[in-house]
């Protein structure tokens, strides 16, 4: 069973970083793309950030040049290191990934939890 566990959310003043993390654990045979999304409070769940298995990213337009994406070397983790971090920033942020449990497997969507980001102004 796969798993996807986040880390490293935190209240942060206007300005201040704050880097997140990722894993995935469990059956996984390769995973395609992984990812972050936020959801504010009375807002849909929106697309930040995400890094194909072959390196392609893309960026949400609001977090360009502030935000940067990355796998880890054992390429079942991700990273997002939030510079330049601002109150609209504030939001429930969830990792997701792209993968393929076995060999026999489809391709299969997953969320972790989510980590809250709240950032004061």
């Known amino acids: 069973q796969v798993q996807l566990v986040e880390s490293g959310g935190g209240l942060v003043q206007a300005g201040g970083s704050l880097r997140l993390s990722c894993a995935a654990s469990g059956s996984v045979a390769s995973i395609n793309a992984m990812g972050w999304y936020r959801q504010a409070p009375g807002k849909q769940r929106e697309l930040v950030a995400i890094?194909?298995?072959?390196?392609?990213?893309t960026y949400a337009d609001s977090v360009k040049g502030r935000f940067t994406i990355s796998r880890g070397s054992a390429r079942n983790t991700v990273f997002l290191q939030m510079n330049s971090l601002k109150p609209e920033d504030t939001a429930g942020y969830f990792c997701?990934?792209?993968?393929?449990?076995?060999?026999?497997?489809?391709?299969?969507?997953?969320w972790g939890p989510g980590t809250q980001v709240t950032v004061s102004s």
């Open positions: 997701n990934a792209l993968i393929r449990p076995s060999s026999s497997d489809p391709l299969t969507n997953y």
């Open positions: 890094i194909t298995s072959a390196g392609s990213i």
